[in-house]
């Protein structure tokens, strides 16, 4: 069992920058991919970036392909998200999300489905 919490998110100007961050506790040796998804009102749950730890292997949206970018610290349990040349649309409810299960390839580590464990969200919100 692994718990996350969110952490970073907050009100930028568009074209600024943000980074956030999922801490992982308890039974984080168990886990084989850790990664973000967004939520808006009246939209479903769209895929962001993701990281497999068994292989290293990442993915990102196209939509964030050349702004956003994955990172780890495994000593404190840590994936980061750095954010940059933020747009409007990319405010959203951004949720952390790890599966304890085998989960390998594109359709898995992208989709929520896959996913058994979320965090609460963090709010980032990009607007003039």
């Known amino acids: 069992q692994v718990q996350l919490a969110e952490s970073g998110g907050g009100l930028v100007q568009p074209g600024g920058s943000l980074t956030l961050s999922c801490a992982s506790s308890?039974?984080?040796?168990?886990?084989?991919?850790k990664g973000w998804f967004r939520q808006t009102p009246g939209k479903e749950r769209e895929f962001v970036a993701v990281q497999s730890f068994k292989d290293g292997t990442t993915y990102y949206a196209d939509s964030v392909k050349g702004r956003f970018s994955l990172s780890r610290d495994d000593a404190k349990n840590m994936l980061h998200l750095q954010m940059n040349s933020l747009k409007p649309e990319d405010t959203a409810v951004y949720l952390c999300?790890?599966?304890?299960?085998?989960?390998?390839?594109?359709?898995?580590?992208?989709?929520?489905?896959?996913?058994?464990?979320w965090g609460q969200g963090t709010q980032v919100t990009v607007s003039s």
């Open positions: 999300a790890a599966t304890e299960y085998y989960c390998a390839g594109y359709v898995c580590l992208t989709g929520s489905i896959d996913y058994e464990r």
């Open positions: 308890g039974r984080t040796n168990r886990t084989y991919a």
